[in-house]
C-alpha cells in the first residue's frame, strides 16, 4: 500500500518520464525513415502532377499476377503495371488536350467488334444482338462479385462484373490510343525531294582508291592517356557517361546441399527397402515383419508409401525410360533390381515388375459426342457433360445390342474421320488426347468403350493393332537428394563464422581462405535478379538503405538454395560514371583519336600511291560504294570515309580521314551518276510507310522523356 500511496503522489512526474519517452521513440523512427509521415509513402510515382496512388496500384499487380498464374515474379508484374500506368497518365493528357474522347455509340460499336462472335449475344439467326448484350452486362452488375459464363472459339470461362468493366475500359482506352496515332500518321509525309535522296543514296556509286593506316601501327604502350584527358572527353560526351545510382556488391555462397555422407545414406535407406523388416507391435507385444520390397505383392502400396514419386502402374516404351539408366533397365529380368542410382534431384531404386509386348500403331473408329466447352466444340453444341455422356453410353448399348456401327456415323461431330467411316490410324507418338491414346494401345483389338477426353465422350472401337514391341513395367523407389540437419547446421555455423570472422579482416582473402569464390555484382536501385539465385530484393533493397555503409556485410537466407554473405564495395549515386567506370568504354576512343592525330602529322605526300608508299601500306581499290552501304571492302564498316568519297569529284584526292578501323586517304577513281526516274511515287510511298510505322514507338519515347516523372517505387513497394 506504501508504494501504491507513492506512486498516487507522484503520478504528474511519472506521467510526464512515460510521455518523453514515447517522444523520443517517435522522434528517433522520424530520424530512422524521414518520409514516415510523408504522403509519398502512399504513392508510387507523380507523373505531370498526377499521382499513382499505393493501394490501386497494388491491386492491379495482384489482379496482373493471377491473371499470369504465378508465372512472374512480383517484380515484373510491379513493372508491367508501372509502364502501363504512367503510358495511360501521359497519353490521358494528350488526350484531353486534344479533346479526344469515345462516345456512347462508338463504344457501342467498339463492343460489337470485339463480341458479336460470342454465341451468348447472337440471335438464332447467329446475329450479334445487342439487348442480349445488354442483358449480360446487367445481370454481370446484379450478380456481382459473382461471375457468368462466356464461350469464345469454343473455349468457356468466367467472368465478374470488375472484369468486364476493366475489359470495357481496355477498349476504349485501345480505340483512343488508336485515333490519337492515326491523327498523328496523317500529319506524318514524304516529299519528292526525299524521295529522291533516297532513290540517289542507293542508285548513284563511285569508285574509290585508298590507303589505311591502321591504328595498330602504334602500340598502345606510345600514347599516354590521363584522367584530365578522359574527364575532358567525358564533358564531351556528357549523355554517353550518364548512370543511374548504382550499388557495387561482393557476395560468397553458402549452399545447402547433401554431403557425401548424406548421399549415402539415402542409398543405404533405399537399399534396405528391399529386405523385411521387424516392427514391434505394442498391441500384442509381438515383433511383426513388415514385407520388403523383395516380397511385398501390393507394390503400388509399397512404392506409394516409401518412395518420393508416386508409382506408375503402365507400360513404357523404351523412349520413355529415363535415359540415364535407360540400358540397364531395358536388361533386367522380371524380379531384378538396378540401383541406387542418381537421377537429377533423385535416387532410385528400380524393379522390374512385367514385361510384355504393346503396338506401336492402331486403327480405331470412333464416334464424337462433344459438350459445350469442350476442346473444338461448335458454339451450337449445348449438351452437358453429363447429357454427352449419357448419349455416348446409349450408342454404346445399340452397338453392344446389335446396331452397326456404321449406322450410327451421323451422330458423330468428327466429320474428318466420318469421311473415312470414322476410322483413325496413329503411331504411339502422335499428338493424340492422351485418354484416347490410353485406350487405343493399353487394350485389345475388338474391344469398344465409352472414352472421355477434353473433346468430349468417344465410343471407341480398336479395328487393328501392329509393329509389336517390348514394353515395360518399372517399380522404382525414389528418395529426393536433400542435406540432412546435420549438414543444415554446418552450413548455418560456417556462415556465422565466416560473418564473425569478416569483421575487420579482408573479405576476399577471408573467403580465399575458406575456399569460398567472391563473386562481383552490381545492382541499380530497382533490379532484382542474381545469376543463378533468381530475385532476390532483400539484397537490393539492403545495398541502398540510408543506413547500409560501404564495407558493411550481412548475410541473406535464399530459398531453395543456401546462404549468401554480401558485402556493399562501393556508392554510386545518379550523375556522371566516375572516371574509373567510364575509362572502360572513354580510353579506346581516346587512344583512337590521339592515334589518328599521330598518323596525320606523318602524313605529308598528297596522293595515295605516296603515301602508301611512305607508310609502309599498300593501295587498295573498292568499287561501286553506295552511301547505303558503309562497308568498305578489306576494312570494315567506315562511314565517315564513304560519305567522304560522296563528297569529292571524280580525280580528287581527300585530306587524312579519322575512320573507325584507322586514317585513311582517298582518291575517287570514277563517279557513276544515277539515272532521273520520271516519278518517286512509290518511293515516297514507301517512305511514308516506314516513317508511319515508326509513329506509335517514337511518339511515345518522346512524350515520355519530355514527362515530369517522380519514381518513388524503390521507396514504397519494390
Not at 538 to 546: G, I, L, M, P
Amino acid at each position: 500500500m506504501a508504494i501504491l500511496n507513492k506512486i498516487r503522489q507522484r503520478s504528474l512526474i511519472l506521467i510526464l518520464v512515460i510521455a518523453l519517452a514515447l517522444f523520443a521513440f517517435v522522434i528517433q523512427g522520424v530520424i530512422d525513415n524521414p518520409n514516415a509521415f510523408s504522403n509519398s509513402q502512399g504513392v508510387i510515382a507523380t507523373v505531370n502532377g498526377t499521382d499513382i496512388e499505393r493501394d490501386d496500384f497494388q491491386q492491379k499487380v495482384k489482379n496482373y499476377q493471377d491473371r499470369a498464374g504465378g508465372r512472374i515474379s512480383s517484380t515484373q508484374a510491379m513493372n508491367a503495371i508501372y509502364s502501363q500506368e504512367l503510358r495511360k497518365i501521359i497519353l490521358d493528357e494528350e488526350y484531353e488536350a486534344l479533346g479526344l474522347s469515345v462516345e456512347k455509340d462508338e463504344m457501342r460499336d467498339l463492343l460489337k467488334n470485339s463480341f458479336q462472335s460470342y454465341p451468348e449475344f447472337q440471335d438464332e439467326n447467329g446475329n450479334f444482338d445487342v439487348n442480349r448484350l445488354n442483358a449480360f452486362i446487367s445481370n454481370l452488375k446484379d450478380i456481382s462479385p459473382d461471375s457468368a459464363p462466356l464461350t469464345s472459339a469454343g473455349q468457356s470461362f468466367n467472368i465478374n462484373y470488375d472484369i468486364w468493366t476493366n475489359n470495357e475500359q481496355s477498349i476504349a482506352t485501345n480505340a483512343l490510343q488508336q485515333t490519337y496515332y492515326n491523327m498523328i500518321k496523317a500529319g506524318v509525309s514524304t516529299t519528292i525531294a526525299e524521295a529522291k535522296d533516297e532513290y540517289l543514296a542507293d542508285a548513284k556509286n563511285v569508285d574509290i582508291r585508298f590507303v589505311q593506316i591502321p591504328y595498330t601501327t602504334i602500340a598502345d604502350s606510345l600514347v599516354e592517356v590521363t584522367k584530365s584527358d578522359i574527364k575532358a572527353y567525358m564533358k564531351k560526351h556528357e549523355e554517353k557517361f550518364k548512370a543511374d545510382a548504382n550499388r557495387e556488391v561482393v557476395y560468397v555462397e553458402f549452399k545447402e546441399e547433401a554431403s557425401k555422407e548424406d548421399e549415402d545414406a539415402i542409398k543405404a535407406a533405399l537399399l534396405k527397402l528391399k529386405g523385411d523388416q521387424p516392427l514391434y507391435n505394442e498391441s500384442s507385444g509381438n515383433t511383426d515383419t513388415i514385407p520388403g520390397f523383395d516380397t511385398v505383392k501390393d507394390v503400388a502400396e509399397f512404392i506409394n508409401s516409401n518412395s518420393d514419386i508416386k508409382y506408375n502402374d503402365t507400360f513404357l516404351r523404351a523412349a520413355q525410360i529415363p535415359g540415364v539408366a535407360k540400358d540397364s533397365l531395358m536388361k533386367l529380368e522380371l524380379g531384378e533390381y538396378y540401383g541406387p542410382y542418381k537421377d537429377g534431384e533423385y535416387f532410385k531404386l528400380s524393379k522390374m515388375i512385367a514385361k510384355e509386348q504393346m503396338p506401336d500403331t492402331v486403327k480405331v473408329r470412333h464416334i464424337l459426342i462433344p459438350y459445350a466447352g469442350g476442346q473444338r466444340a461448335d458454339a451450337s453444341v449445348t449438351k452437358t457433360p453429363e447429357e454427352a455422356k449419357e448419349t455416348a453410353d446409349s450408342i454404346l448399348a445399340k452397338i453392344k445390342s446389335g446396331t452397326k456401327f456404321m449406322d450410327l456415323l451421323e451422330l458423330s461431330s468428327d466429320k474428318v474421320s466420318n469421311e473415312d467411316d470414322g476410322e483413325i490410324e496413329f503411331a504411339y507418338n502422335a499428338g493424340m488426347a492422351p485418354e484416347f491414346k490410353a485406350f487405343a494401345f493399353d487394350n485389345k483389338k475388338g474391344d469398344i468403350d465409352v472414352v472421355g477426353t477434353s473433346f468430349g465422350y468417344h465410343i471407341i472401337e480398336i479395328l487393328e493393332q501392329k509393329s509389336f514391341n517390348d514394353v515395360y513395367k518399372i517399380g522404382t523407389l525414389a528418395r529426393k537428394i536433400e542435406p540432412s540437419q546435420k549438414t543444415l547446421d554446418e552450413v548455418y555455423s560456417n556462415v556465422s563464422k565466416f560473418e564473425i570472422a569478416a569483421k575487420g579482416a579482408d573479405f576476399s582473402e577471408l573467403a580465399k581462405e575458406r575456399g569460398l569464390t567472391v563473386k562481383p555484382i552490381t545492382f541499380k536501385e530497382l533490379d532484382e535478379n542474381m545469376p543463378g539465385l533468381g530475385s532476390q530484393r532483400q539484397v537490393v533493397r539492403w545495398a541502398f538503405e540510408e543506413t547500409t555503409d560501404v564495407g558493411d556485410y550481412k548475410n541473406f537466407p535464399i530459398s531453395g538454395f543456401g546462404f549468401i554473405v554480401a558485402k556493399l564495395v562501393e556508392k554510386n549515386e545518379e550523375g556522371l560514371m566516375s572516371v574509373e567506370d567510364a575509362s572502360v568504354t572513354a580510353l579506346p576512343e581516346i587512344r583512337k583519336e590521339k592515334k589518328a592525330k599521330m598518323i596525320r602529322e606523318k602524313i605529308k605526300a598528297t596522293s595515295v600511291d605516296e603515301i602508301a608508299k611512305n607508310q609502309g601500306q599498300s593501295p587498295k581499290t573498292a568499287a561501286a560504294l553506295t552511301l547505303k552501304n558503309t562497308t568498305l571492302a578489306g576494312a570494315g564498316v567506315e562511314p565517315k570515309v564513304i560519305g567522304a568519297a560522296f563528297g569529292l569529284e571524280q580525280g580528287k584526292t581527300s585530306k587524312p580521314i579519322d575512320g573507325e578501323k584507322g586514317v585513311y586517304v582517298i582518291e575517287v577513281t570514277k563517279v557513276t551518276e544515277a539515272t532521273e526516274l520520271d516519278n518517286y511515287t512509290s518511293i515516297m510511298n514507301r517512305l511514308n510507310t516506314t516513317k508511319r510505322g515508326a509513329v506509335q514507338g517514337k511518339v511515345y519515347q518522346a512524350l515520355e522523356k519530355a514527362a515530369e516523372i517522380e519514381d518513388n517505387r524503390a521507396k514504397t513497394v519494390y
